[in-house]
């Protein structure tokens, strides 16, 4: 990992993982790759694509009823609401709207198709008020962000090259690696969001479950990626819901709701401090007060930091998946 000051791209650090936290790793996966691994392992036509929700219709003994966006209804035994932020399932079960934390984001995916020319490191770069990092996902693909402060998320640009020009203008006179991976990047491959976070506090958040409906990742616990566990805590929500639901549904004769909040209480204690933490994080990293950020990149990151307390929250088990059964 290197670390480095936006003024003339100063290094302020730079360690291995071993070094600092042995057993620990960086492993940047394209989110694509991801899904279509996925999917892979589904049977033929068990996805149905394009099938965006539009609202949940309603509630009764044989189920829950679905509304898509097309005007088809569904209705579902087991309905599992992974469908991110903006969630409908979440509007429906009674969550907030997720809470703008003051700061937005740009994120690319650059394209090298001779092959990237980087190292597997992390490259965090610190401004005022502005960060910014890359790391290489694949040998020809580098992912990269900008994080800044904002007041309000502002008007939505819909226009690619304007994106990818305000995201240059941020990191104007930053160091060349940096907006070199930018400009390697398509315009159709930048977007601009703003960070969200929902904190679930005890005895006052919604169940994450209703009847037979379930709430996982970003649709249930959104939260800040300043320690990069957003998707990975999602991949964990689904393990531990696949471990408590597989016995109720197989067996026939199982009590769903009981296995959806047997899920729900063994989530909260993990899901819980990892969005306070990742909001308390950003919050410290995103300083714009001059001397602030003189003594964070002259004292805090060259002396302070160490890795290991920092990844602490990485060192979790969420059990494995016992194989499916043979079909029949």
């Not at 969550?95 to 597997?120: C, I, K, N, T, W």
Request: charged share 20%.
């Amino acid at each position: 990992m290197r670390m480095r000051s936006s003024a003339g791209g100063r290094d302020l650090r730079e360690f291995s993982f071993e070094e600092e936290a042995p057993g620990q790793e960086v492993r940047a996966v394209e989110r694509g790759t991801l899904l279509a691994t996925l999917a892979s392992k589904l049977p033929p036509g068990a996805i149905s694509f394009s099938s965006k929700l539009k609202s949940v219709a309603g509630q009764g003994p044989d189920g829950t009823l679905l509304e898509l966006q097309d005007g088809r209804q569904i209705l579902s035994k087991v309905v599992v609401g992974c469908d991110g932020v903006n969630s409908p399932i979440a509007r429906w079960m009674g969550f907030s709207e997720p809470r703008f934390v003051g700061h937005m984001a740009f994120r690319g995916l650059a394209d090298y198709a001779g092959g990237q020319p980087f190292e597997s490191k992390v490259n965090y770069i610190y401004g005022r008020g502005v960060r910014a990092g890359f790391v290489p996902v694949s040998p020809t693909k580098v992912y990269w962000f900008i994080c800044f402060n904002s007041a309000t998320p502002g008007p939505k640009t819909t226009d690619a090259a304007e994106l990818k020009r305000e995201a240059l203008g941020l990191v104007r006179g930053w160091p060349d690696d940096l907006v070199a991976v930018m400009r390697s990047t398509p315009d159709d491959a930048v977007v601009k969001t703003p960070l969200v976070d929902r904190w679930l506090w005890p005895g006052l958040a919604p169940p994450a479950s209703r009847g037979g409906v379930v709430l996982v990742g970003d649709a249930w616990h959104p939260m800040t990626p300043n320690l990069g566990q957003g998707a990975c805590c999602a991949l964990e929500d689904a393990v531990v819901l696949a471990r408590h639901l597989a016995p109720a549904v197989l067996s026939g004769g199982g009590d769903v709701g009981e296995a959806l909040r047997g899920y729900e209480s063994e989530r909260w204690g993990r899901v819980f401090p990892l969005t306070a933490r990742a909001g308390l994080v950003g919050a410290l990293v995103q300083w714009g007060n001059p001397v602030v950020c003189a003594v964070r990149d002259g004292v805090v990151i060259p002396r302070l930091v160490r890795l290991g307390p920092f990844l602490e929250h990485t060192n979790f088990e969420c059990g494995l998946l016992d194989p499916a059964p043979p079909s029949a």
